[in-house]
């Protein structure tokens, strides 16, 4: 993961801004605790500013965009977390565990350190009812190779893991993958797709995104999605895990 997000990382922190709604139910997700371990946190997205935050981050690149009066970040990679067992109230990562090199040892390592709960807002690899698959059918087969289905927390975080359906703002700030639903010319824009590494580790993609240009021209794309655009929000397939400690 490093090594792609020391590439990505240029512009990141503009492109992928948090969404206050979804800050929100990350926020709830955590309970009461008041020490946080942030895995895999980027330039800071999501975390909360009302507790006592410590980050671990594995790329250069990201940490040093991690904003003045961030919390403090250790470098480090999920697999082997750098403190000890207990020493956090909760444990989060939001969006990284595809980035993982073994996600069943860094879930397990979230555990390991958590006192009280493990919170992670990932993506379900089953949910397909995504149009943008219609163009770019890859994003599929990348989901399913990189993502975790939902059994797999269960088989590893413990039979009591909850697990929330996360709808997406029609207006999400920030520039996740399906974040753009409803927006659908903005999958046209190579600036905008930066914010994603899904776009940056696949290839051959300009057919599809050139027949959306052409349907959006010609008001295909309205015709069939445009009951979409009467959503306030949309489940496009994120999820909330929240688990128990131990």
Not at 81 to 95: K, R
């Amino acid at each position: 993961m490093s090594a792609l997000y020391d590439e990505i990382g240029v512009d990141y922190a503009d492109l992928r801004k948090p969404d206050d709604r979804i800050a929100r139910r990350i926020d709830a997700a955590l309970g009461p605790a008041r020490t946080v371990l942030n895995v895999g946190a980027g330039a800071g997205s999501y975390e909360p500013t009302d507790r006592d935050v410590t980050a671990l981050e594995p790329s250069a690149e990201m940490i040093a965009q991690r904003p003045s009066g961030a919390a403090p970040v250790v470098q480090g990679a999920a697999e082997s977390l750098p403190f000890a067992d207990d020493s956090f109230d909760a444990v989060m990562a939001v969006l990284t565990i595809h980035h993982w090199a073994d996600q069943a040892k860094g879930l397990a390592e979230m555990r390991r350190v958590a006192r009280q709960r493990v919170v992670l807002l990932t993506f379900d690899p089953a949910h397909r009812g995504i149009w943008l698959l219609d163009y770019v059918p890859a994003l599929a087969e990348l989901d399913a190779a990189q993502m975790p289905p939902l059994d797999f927390y269960r088989e590893h975080l413990g039979r009591d893991v909850v697990i929330e359906t996360l709808a997406v703002p029609r207006d999400c700030t920030d520039g996740f993958l399906y974040a753009y639903w409803a927006r659908p010319q903005a999958y046209l824009d190579p600036r905008l797709r930066k914010g994603s590494s899904s776009f940056w580790k696949l290839s051959g993609l300009d057919e599809g995104f050139a027949r959306l240009e052409a349907d959006l021209a010609s008001g295909a794309w309205r015709e069939k999605y445009g009951r979409l655009l009467e959503r306030p929000d949309y489940d496009a397939g994120y999820r909330l895990v929240i688990a128990p400690a131990g």
